[in-house]
């Protein structure tokens, strides 16, 4: 396994501290994956032509213009000036094509700017204040977002995109077949463009919007039954849960593709 340590050293201008890593893959010839979590941060992916994963971290220049405000705002003791003792870092680990990014202090304040393998499958989460874009990669992608907007465009293969407070697009060029998808978001617009001959069942629920597509969406009848749940012989629950959400199909059914929101509306497009 091959470890990079970075240590990022902020600037005393008002400019983003960055700095820039790559790292070699141990099989360049095979599918990466990348994994990055966030306390808080952006994270952006892009498809590069290369075979290694280059990734660059940007300190956002807000966080020290706030401290420069607490000293205006007179809590440093006369005579005193604030000394910039540096960024938060990151570590990287490669271990058999599989690529984490583990910043330093859980996470925070650190936004990514990373460049992978068109072939690369990535596991991105974030939570205050960041928004999350993918462009250009082919491979499985599990992103979650809480308090931001999460952009995958020119993507292939099969998604699972979430967010709480924020808007979801997701661009498909490609679908990997017989395979589930899912595209959710408590507050926010979910937006989704399909391939014309994608093949799938849809199951779309709204509490508070509407649903629209320019695919021939054939409707199931009304399925809204109670599903039974009995894990007594296992130890578990007896549960009966109700599924709010209507079934419809396109090109003649598949996989399931789950479509969720709160507030907002769901746009299906045929691309």
Same mark, same amino acid.
């Given at each position: 396994? +091959?470890?990079?340590? @970075?240590?990022?050293?902020?600037? %005393?201008?008002?400019? %983003?501290?960055?700095?820039?890593? *790559?790292?070699?893959?141990?099989?360049?010839?095979?599918?990466?994956?990348?994994?990055?979590?966030? @306390?808080?941060?952006?994270?952006?992916?892009?498809?590069?032509?290369?075979? !290694?994963?280059? &990734?660059?971290? !940007?300190?956002?220049?807000?966080?020290?213009?706030?401290?420069?405000?607490?000293?205006?705002?007179?809590?440093?003791?006369?005579?005193?000036?604030?000394?910039?003792?540096?960024?938060?870092?990151?570590?990287?680990? $490669?271990?058999?094509?599989?690529? *984490?990014? &583990?910043?330093?202090? /859980?996470?925070?304040?650190?936004?990514?700017? @990373?460049?992978?393998?068109?072939?690369?499958?990535?596991?991105? +989460?974030?939570?205050?204040?960041?928004?999350?874009?993918?462009?250009?990669?082919?491979?499985?992608?599990?992103? $979650?977002?809480?308090?931001?907007?999460?952009?995958? *465009?020119?993507?292939?293969?099969?998604?699972? %995109?979430?967010?709480?407070?924020?808007?979801?697009?997701?661009?498909?060029?490609?679908?990997?077949?017989?395979?589930? #998808?899912?595209?959710?978001?408590?507050?926010?617009?979910?937006?989704?463009?399909?391939? %014309?001959?994608?093949?799938?069942?849809?199951?779309?629920?709204?509490?508070? /919007?509407?649903?629209?597509?320019?695919?021939?969406?054939? #409707?199931?009848?009304?399925?809204? +039954?109670?599903?039974?749940?009995?894990?007594?012989?296992?130890?578990?629950?007896?549960? @009966?849960?109700?599924?709010?959400?209507?079934?419809?199909?396109?090109?003649?059914?598949?996989?399931?593709?789950?479509?969720? *929101? #709160?507030?907002?509306?769901?746009?299906?497009?045929?691309?």
């Amino acid at each position: 396994m +091959k470890r990079v340590s @970075i240590l990022l050293i902020a600037f %005393a201008a008002l400019v %983003a501290a960055q700095d820039k890593v *790559t790292v070699p893959l141990s099989n360049p010839s095979q599918p990466a994956t990348l994994k990055a979590h966030l @306390i808080s941060g952006s994270i952006t992916v892009t498809a590069g032509s290369g075979s !290694q994963v280059v &990734i660059e971290s !940007q300190e956002a220049a807000r966080e020290r213009e706030r401290g420069r405000n607490r000293d205006r705002d007179g809590n440093v003791p006369p005579g005193m000036h604030r000394i910039d003792a540096g960024a938060h870092g990151f570590n990287v680990e $490669e271990d058999h094509n599989v690529v *984490t990014v &583990i910043p330093d202090l /859980g996470g925070q304040n650190v936004s990514l700017v @990373i460049q992978v393998p068109v072939n690369t499958s990535v596991e991105l +989460k974030t939570i205050n204040g960041g928004h999350i874009d993918v462009t250009g990669l082919s491979g499985d992608l599990d992103v $979650e977002n809480v308090n931001g907007p999460v952009t995958l *465009t020119n993507v292939s293969g099969s998604v699972s %995109a979430h967010t709480l407070n924020g808007s979801l697009t997701v661009g498909l060029d490609r679908v990997t077949p017989d395979k589930p #998808m899912s595209f959710s978001s408590l507050n926010g617009k979910v937006d989704v463009t399909l391939p %014309a001959d994608v093949k799938a069942r849809l199951r779309l629920k709204t509490t508070n /919007g509407a649903v629209y597509s320019d695919f021939d969406v054939k #409707m199931e009848p009304d399925a809204s +039954k109670p599903v039974v749940e009995d894990g007594r012989g296992q130890g578990g629950k007896y549960r @009966i849960r109700m599924d709010r959400g209507v079934y419809g199909s396109i090109n003649g059914g598949g996989p399931e593709y789950s479509f969720q *929101t #709160m507030n907002g509306s769901i746009l299906i497009h045929k691309k």
